[in-house]
């Protein structure tokens, strides 16, 4: 069964700070990484999508990158602004098409 | 062009009561999935629907159960509301067959008293 771990829980930076999420996954065969943007109470925003052949996707002042053979995925935010504010899920596609999330990173940025 | 779009946005109900959440999805989409996210969580998987038939299911007992319409709009049903049942329900189109990316609504928030 795929697990989906995100770290931290929590952050709090203050503005401009470059910041670094990190993800975990323990089934390497996955077909695609997928960040998402969860403001409080909304939905789901997707910010990138890693397909299982590329290594990175960048959009913006976001940058993930994915390591599948060490079942590790960073989401790389630059510049860090408090419009950034938000819980920031990872997941995890495989064998079903039905994604793994892991619980999230909330994250806090200070003006 | 619309996204996907849910409602209601807010429902208060009461243990052993029955609930219906609704989907439409995005323009051009044909397949609906649910997911159940308590508050901290990340979302789980509850069921999805495609060709108006469940396709695939999570770990779900069967007090949760679902339709699809043929114009692909979708209703979660829950019966026997358990206090363990409040949460964000949220609604996910796609394509079938690879179903990615999924696109999300805001979710209908469920508080069982």
């Known amino acids: 069964k795929q697990e989906v771990t995100q770290i931290p829980a929590a952050l709090s930076v203050p503005e401009g700070e470059n910041l670094v999420l990190n993800c975990s996954f323990t089934?390497?065969?996955?077909?695609?990484l997928q960040w998402f943007r969860q403001d409080p109470g909304k939905g789901l925003t997707s910010l990138l999508l890693?397909?299982?052949?590329?290594r990175e996707q960048t959009s913006g002042r976001l940058n993930a990158s994915l390591d599948k053979s060490s079942g590790r995925s960073t989401l790389y935010i630059a510049a860090s602004q408090p419009g950034d504010s938000a819980t920031y899920l990872c997941?995890?596609?495989?064998?079903?098409?039905?994604?793994?999330f892991g619980r999230g990173t909330s994250l806090i940025v200070h003006p | 062009d619309a996204g996907v779009t849910q409602s209601p946005t807010h429902l208060i109900k009461t243990r052993g009561q029955q609930v219906t959440l609704r989907c439409s999805p995005k323009?051009?989409?044909?397949?609906v999935s649910w997911y159940q996210q308590a508050l901290g969580q990340g979302p789980q998987f509850i069921f999805q629907?495609?060709?108006?038939?469940?396709?695939q299911r999570g770990n779900f007992p069967d007090r949760f159960s679902g339709h699809q319409f043929p114009n692909y709009s979708s209703e979660l049903n829950v019966n026997a509301l358990l206090l363990g049942d409040s949460a964000l329900y949220l609604c996910?189109?796609?394509?079938?067959?690879?179903?990615?990316?999924?696109?999300f609504g805001d979710g209908t928030r469920l508080s069982i008293l």
């Open positions: 996910a189109s796609s394509n079938a067959p690879t179903n990615q990316p999924q696109h």
């Open positions: 089934d390497s065969a996955i077909y695609n």
């Open positions: 890693i397909q299982s052949s590329q």
């Open positions: 997941a995890v596609g495989a064998g079903s098409y039905i994604p793994t």
């Open positions: 323009s051009g989409h044909d397949t």
């Open positions: 629907y495609y060709e108006e038939e469940e396709r």
